[in-house]
């Protein structure tokens, strides 16, 4: 896999890519307070799901993130085509986990219409680690969704909208929050 990555021609990608939830419940995290008085974090009475569907660019931070009402292999199958729509020529990597999702006849059918342009890589199974859009998805909770109960889940998908729009807009950024090296060498 690093070989893929490190050692890309001209007019090749190399993407990691996952999905994460986009609950309407607000993620809690530690924070500080008056002692004695607990801060208190409403919750919508029924939570509403959403995903968000992504890969980043491991060498230019360049993002795609589409948000779904479910994460099935339907969806799925869109990032690869949003993938294959966004670089028209070259080879393709994309690495992911081995979620059932990642293996089915949907994205088998994508992969063949790509006509070997597309490299499906997979990392080891419950390896987060070894995906640095995890990262990514780490920075998005920090800055949106950690202690924020949203009015409506429209207004939360327009600041995950927003977030990751601004982190498009500064891959340098983004290579930095994945950990990737690759600006130095651009």
Not at 27 to 45: C, E, F, H, Y
Not at 81 to 100: C, F, M, Q, R
Request: no cysteine; net charge negative.
């Amino acid at each position: 896999m690093e070989a893929a990555r490190d050692q890309l021609t001209a007019g090749d990608v190399f993407y990691y890519a996952d999905e994460f939830h986009l609950s309407w419940f607000p993620t809690l995290r530690a924070m500080w307070s008056p002692k004695g008085q607990p801060v208190m974090i409403p919750t919508p009475a029924q939570p509403t799901k959403h995903y968000g569907i992504g890969a980043v660019n491991d060498h230019t931070g360049d993002t795609v993130v589409l948000f779904k009402r479910h994460k099935r292999r339907q969806e799925i199958a869109e990032l690869l085509d949003a993938l294959l729509d966004k670089h028209p020529t070259g080879t393709i990597y994309v690495a992911w986990d081995t979620a059932s999702t990642h293996e089915d006849d949907e994205g088998e059918t994508v992969l063949r219409a790509a006509a070997g342009r597309l490299v499906l890589l997979y990392l080891p199974t419950y390896s987060p680690w070894l995906n640095p859009i995890e990262m990514l998805w780490r920075q998005f909770r920090r800055e949106v969704t950690h202690n924020e109960l949203f009015q409506t889940v429209k207004s939360l998908l327009a600041a995950a909208r927003d977030f990751f729009d601004r982190y498009h807009r500064q891959p340098v950024r983004t290579l930095s929050v994945i950990g990737s090296h690759a600006q130095d060498l651009i």
